[in-house]
C-alpha cells in the first residue's frame, strides 16, 4: 500500500503518513485509533500500538459477571478456596471487591463495613490501618506514604475520584506531612509488605502480596478483565490461622458460591 492510499483511507496527507514513517512527527491518539482500526487490529495489537506511540491502552470495560466468563470466575474461585487459611481476595480494574475465601471474610468482616457493595477503597483503609501498627515510625511513614503516592498515582491515571478521594482522607486522618509525595518518592512498589492485624487476640505479622490475574503478553494491563488477587500470608509460617475458616459468616461474594453455582 502506498503512502498516498493509506493518507486517503485516514483522512490525512501524505506528507504527514512519511513523516509518520520516519518518526519525524509523533502520531495523535486519534490517529494510532483511525491505523488499528483500518488495518483490522484486535484488541490485543490495538493495545500494543497504543502503547508503542507512547498512549495509555483503553479500559475495554469487559464484565467480570458475563455469562462467557462463567469459566474464568469459577476458575478464581478455586484458586481462592485453595489458599484457606490464608486470607485471600479478588479485586477488579474498577477497584471493586469482587469475590474472597472463608479465611478473608473471617479476618476482615468485623473491619469493613460488608452488607452491601464493597470498594477496595475500604480494604485499603483497613490495610492502612494494619501499617499504624507498626513500631518503627520512619519505616511506617516510608510504607504509608508509599502506598498512598502509588494509588494517587493509579487515581490520575485513571481518573478515578473516589480512589484520589480516599487518598486525600489517608493523608488527612494520619496527618502525612506536607511534602510526603517528596518523601514517598523513596518507597518502591513492592509485590509484598508486612502489615499487622490481631488474629484471637495476638498481633500478627503478615505478608500482603498482590499480583494480577490477565491476558497474556507485554500489554496485559491494559486488557480487561483486569483482575488482581491480594493475599495475605503470616511472617510466621507455623502461626495457627483456623479461627478465620472456623465460622459460619456468609456473603455473596464468598467465593464457594461461585464454586457452586451453575450459572
Known sequence: ???EELALELDSSTRHISRLETARVHPSREVVLKIANFFGLKKRDTANLLIAAGYIPENLG???RDQKY???RKTLAMNLDALDPFPAMLTDGTNGILMFNKSWLGLFHDKLDISGDIFV?????AIMGGIVGRENEAERETLMTGLSLTLKQEALIKNDAILDDWVDRMAEKYQFPE?????AAAFEPQMSFPIYFEVEGKLQQFYHMCNSVTSL?????GMEPLLLMNKMFPRDHKTDLSSLVDHT???PCLCRHEI???T
Open 217 to 221: 503478553g507485554p500489554v496485559e494491563n
Open 249 to 251: 459468616l456468609d456473603h
Open 1 to 3: 500500500m502506498s503512502q
Open 70 to 72: 462463567r469459566w474464568l
Open 62 to 64: 469487559a464484565e467480570f
Open 121 to 125: 477503597s475500604e480494604y485499603f483503609e
Open 260 to 262: 457452586e453455582g451453575d
Open 179 to 183: 511534602n510526603w509525595p517528596e518523601k
